[in-house]
């Protein structure tokens, strides 16, 4: 993986539009959201290359529209901040190969996969799991 984008993924927000957090290596307060397991995935941007609005939109339709196919709960969420915001779905109850899955179809650089305030950020390439780093997702304002 690219050593920018990992620093974006790792440095950026990730949550609801009032439940924001970060990722941490050390513990603190969770947000609400991180209650089960639960994923955070998007299908704007592959593989962390801008694209337009349209080509995002029509993308996020799709992933919608899959996940809810799925039977699985889901709120929207927001990936990033300032002008690198993306629409992204918090996926209740989604286990981590399903995740990966999802982000592997929509050609993702990585989706963030939890249980509780235990996170992991999935990296994917080349149809696969690449790598996992282990975080904690804690409240950010």
């Known amino acids: 993986m690219n050593g920018g984008v990992r620093a974006a993924f790792l440095g ?4 609801t539009a009032v439940g924001r957090a970060r990722l941490s290596e050390q513990p603190g307060p969770a947000p609400t959201w991180a209650a089960g397991s639960w994923a955070i995935v998007t299908a704007w941007n592959p593989g962390g290359e801008r694209v337009s609005g349209a080509v995002n939109v029509q993308a996020q339709a ?3 529209a899959l996940v809810r196919a799925s039977g699985f709960a889901l709120t929207p969420a927001v990936n990033g901040e300032g002008d690198w915001t993306e629409a ?3 996926v209740h109850g989604a286990r981590l190969r399903r995740a990966a899955e999802w982000g592997l179809q929509f050609r993702q ?3 963030l996969w939890g249980v509780g305030a235990r996170a992991a950020l999935v990296w994917l390439d080349s149809g696969r799991v690449t790598a ?4 904690w997702v804690v409240e950010h304002g």
């Open 109 to 111: 650089a990585a989706v």
């Open 62 to 64: 799709e992933l919608l």
């Open 132 to 135: 996992v780093e282990r975080r």
């Open 88 to 90: 992204a779905l918090l």
């Open 12 to 15: 950026t927000g990730y949550g």
